[in-house]
């Protein structure tokens, strides 16, 4: 019995730095074109962090006037601070970790100069400074705190006050009042209405004394007066009160579609409602007199009596006291059948004055005159008349086949909705209110296809834009990963050809030898009968191929069995 033992060194090899051994194997070329890929790696990488890194900016200032913005660059150069501009040179943008930061370094140099100042204006007060200075001062902090306070308002976006406050010298009788001037600046698409207005009025007439909110004028951006029209205009149209007109028409239209939606549906129904509203302003004052007549009864406003009566019989002088009375009396006619008697004093009272002495009464009464004075002031916002447009869409209707067709309501149920909508309004046929309720078909319009294609839409082309740095960020890192870097790698962890070669010729003279002579040895079997084996039966094919590959290719054939042997046993043995 014969027997080849093919003896393969097992010893542990010396550890090494698998990268740094993979790299030593590469030639030249393989070394620049990996190098130069990770480094393109690494600048894709490091753009793709500062353009991250940057896409955060916040609005440091804004509405900057040019001074002021020029100052606040100058400033934030000498910081170190990035900085770019937006709005058209009207805002500052710094980015998003340092706002806050800028903002109370710029704040403790002063800047910007051009914000509104208050009454810390008299915080800076100078030796020597005048009188005329000191007021100048003071006027100037009160338009800035005025101006303050009135940019608190949500619909104003920027204001300005001017005080007129004249010098109060006691020497003179008439003191000038003082007066006030406000412009607005609104933001877009809001207004103020007139108790916004007369607040602003009031509030700029109570920060200054002995100052009238008549003297206080309040002007738009357009120049145009929003306190205290002129007279000729004191008819014209209010804004509050096309408000109002419009929130009354929209409480009855709210009404009407409260009532009909529920009975044909949400999308079935419009409805629109014209207010015919009176702001006109009347006052009426009626005085009348009535006499104290008939069975009226009468109020006694005062009475007076006078009494007085003489013993002796002597008539006291006739008549008022004066010089009239003390003259000699004239002849006095008699009737013709009467006697005539002393002046003063008639036949029947003079007997009477005769015999019991004269007496005299005096009474004055004062009656109350029946008076009746009336003050009727029309009240504004009464409505004069009402007008409704209802339409209603016919109903659907499905058959029996499942098909779907619209048909016009019933006369009766188009006559209850009418009387339905009279009601909710409050309808008086006195005002002459009026109703119209028609039933027709509503037009589906179909929403237009758009022609454009989707890579040429305003949407899908901003989208487009805005991950086109990621995405091409991305794919260009994948580029040079996959095409560079990766097959370096891959040759990095394959033995070089060199290497393959000197195993090659080392195995060659031990194991290659070794190997042949395992092949071509034809051992004896001792004992035992070879057995009978056609010539075409697969195991000597196998057998043939692999002695053809171990000669045509002996060095594949020795890394194939050291692999064998590294990863079954530390040692092995080849039988034959």
């Keep these: 019995m014969n027997t080849a033992v093919a003896e393969v060194d097992l010893r542990p090899a010396a550890p090494q730095n698998a990268l740094l051994e993979g790299f030593t194997r590469l030639d030249n070329r393989r070394k620049f074109t990996l190098v130069g890929g990770a480094l393109a790696l690494l600048a894709v990488l490091m753009v793709a962090f500062y353009m991250n890194r940057q896409a955060d900016w916040k609005v440091l200032f804004a509405n900057l006037s040019d001074k002021d913005g020029g100052a606040v660059i100058a400033q934030l150069t000498t910081l170190n601070v990035p ?49 005329f200075q000191e007021r100048l001062s003071f006027q100037r902090g009160l338009e800035g705190e005025l101006t303050r306070s009135i940019q608190a308002l949500s619909s104003v976006a920027d ?57 206080v004028s309040v002007l738009d951006e357009t120049g145009a007066l929003l306190s205290n029209p002129a007279e000729g205009q004191a008819g014209s149209v209010d804004t509050q009160q096309l408000q109002y007109v419009q929130q009354l028409e929209q409480v009855y239209v709210r009404r009407i579609m409260d009532l009909l939606e529920p009975l044909v549906g949400r999308e079935n129904v419009r409805a629109q409602v014209t207010a015919d509203v009176d702001f006109s302003m009347t006052e009426q004052t009626q005085e009348q007199h009535r006499p104290n007549q008939g069975t009226e009864p009468s109020a006694v406003r005062s009475q007076q009596t006078i009494e007085a009566a003489d013993g002796n019989g002597a008539l006291p002088p006739p008549g008022a006291p004066g010089a009239v009375s003390n003259q000699p009396p004239a002849p006095s006619t008699a009737p013709i059948n009467g006697q005539p008697g002393a002046v003063g004093v008639t036949a029947a009272n003079g007997a009477t004055a005769a015999s019991t002495g004269l007496k005299r009464r005096e009474q004055v009464t004062n009656y109350e005159v029946d008076k009746t004075v009336r003050v009727t002031r029309g009240a504004t916002g009464n409505v004069r008349r009402l007008s409704a447009a209802v339409v209603v869409n016919h109903r659907t209707v499905t058959d029996a086949k499942g098909n779907t067709s619209t048909e016009a309501l019933p006369a009766a149920q188009v006559e209850q909705m009418t009387a339905l909508v009279r009601e909710a309004i409050g309808f008086s046929q006195d005002r002459g209110d009026s109703v119209n309720l028609m039933n027709s078909p509503f037009s589906r319009a179909k929403s237009p296809v758009s022609d454009v294609p989707w890579w040429k839409a305003s949407d899908n082309r901003d989208l487009a834009q805005s991950l086109a740095w990621p995405v091409g960020m991305v794919l260009l890192g994948l580029v040079i990963f996959m095409g560079v870097i990766r097959p370096a790698l891959r040759d990095m962890r394959r033995p070089s050809q060199a290497r393959l070669a000197s195993e090659g010729a080392g195995a060659s003279g031990a194991a290659g030898s070794q190997l042949e002579a395992m092949l071509d040895e034809a051992p004896e079997r001792p004992g035992l009968l070879p057995p009978t084996v056609s010539a075409d039966a697969p195991e000597v094919l196998r057998l043939e191929d692999a002695r053809r590959l171990a000669k045509e290719n002996p060095v594949a054939v020795a890394n194939i069995i050291k692999n064998w042997v590294n990863g079954e046993s530390s040692g092995a043995v080849a039988p034959t």
């Design 159 to 215: 204001a300005r006050v001017h005080l007129a406050l004249p010098n109060q010298n006691g020497f003179f009788r008439e003191q000038q009042k003082p007066s006030a001037s406000v412009l607005l600046t609104l933001h877009p698409g809001r207004t103020l209405d007139r108790a916004q207005i007369a607040g602003i009025v009031h509030l700029v007439a109570s920060s200054v004394p002995e100052m009238n909110p008549k003297a």
């Design 83 to 131: 900085y770019k501009h937006a709005d058209g040179g009207r805002a500052i943008l710094v980015p998003a970790d340092k706002v806050h930061d800028t903002r109370l370094r710029l704040a403790s140099q002063g800047l910007p100069k051009g914000s509104i100042t208050g009454f810390e204006l008299m915080d800076n007060n100078r030796l020597g400074m005048t009188q």
